[in-house]
């Protein structure tokens, strides 16, 4: 079993809905949460950071981290076609100098 | 800034042949990392640096190795090129932070290097 499992997708949704992409984890250790977004062909820039259970709203986008059920989502409210992109959610456990990715969501929004 | 800059963008090797991937941060970070991308895979930890003269292995370092000689350099080597190491590779550089925050987590990534093995 991978450590973090995502969602696989694709995904396509259209112009203005609300986008759900999802990650589980099995290591109770881990306590920092990231989702990076990927546009295609460059590489990965942080979108979002959580520490440890809780939300956090950045404008259109919203982190959870549920470490009752190891459960990581990311929420995008009026999707526009420029978040077209891949996602990856990541984290770590306190201990590690490295991060632990999924696999990757492809996200497409239609205009 | 520059940022994470990496050379070549894109390289066609054949089977058995060598290169040295480059990379190069200039935002003075202490931790570097070498990544691979395959498709619908994620990112996988080649080998990572805490600092000049430090390196350590990640999930896959078979087939890689790597050096840092400076803050600024963290070269990839492939000696023995395999079609198993046709991928997208990728370096990140991160801030060494004694508080944890946003700005001590965010890795910064280079625009990738596209390597093909024939």
């Known amino acids: 079993q991978k450590e973090v499992e995502q969602d696989p997708g694709p995904l396509s949704v259209p112009e203005g809905a609300i986008v759900s992409l999802n990650c589980t984890y099995s290591?109770?250790?881990?306590?920092?949460f990231m989702w990076y977004r990927q546009y295609s062909r460059k590489g990965p820039e942080l979108l979002m950071y959580t520490y440890s259970s809780g939300n956090k709203e950045d404008g259109r986008f919203t982190a959870q981290v549920d470490k009752s059920s190891k459960y990581i989502s990311l929420f995008i409210r009026d999707s526009q076609p420029s978040d077209s992109a891949t996602y990856l959610c990541?984290?770590?456990?306190?201990?590690?100098?490295?991060?632990?990715f999924g696999s990757g969501t492809q996200l497409t929004v239609l205009p | 800034n520059a940022g994470v800059t990496q050379t070549p963008k894109f390289r066609i090797l054949k089977i058995g042949q060598s290169m040295t991937l480059q990379c190069t941060q200039d935002?003075?970070?202490?931790?570097m990392y070498w990544y691979r991308q395959d498709p619908g895979m994620g990112l996988k930890l080649i080998y990572y640096?805490?600092?000049?003269?430090?390196?350590d292995k990640g999930e896959v370092p078979n087939g890689y190795n790597v050096s840092r000689s400076t803050t600024e350099d963290f070269p990839l080597r492939l000696e023995l090129a395999a079609p198993s190491q046709t991928s997208v590779y990728f370096c990140a550089s991160k801030l060494r932070g004694a508080i944890m925050g946003e700005a001590q987590e965010t890795q910064y990534f280079g625009p990738g290097t596209r390597l093909l093995v024939l």
């Open positions: 290591n109770s250790a881990f306590q920092y």
């Open positions: 935002m003075n970070h202490n931790y």
């Open positions: 990541a984290t770590r456990p306190g201990s590690a100098r490295q991060l632990t």
């Open positions: 640096s805490v600092g000049a003269g430090i390196t």
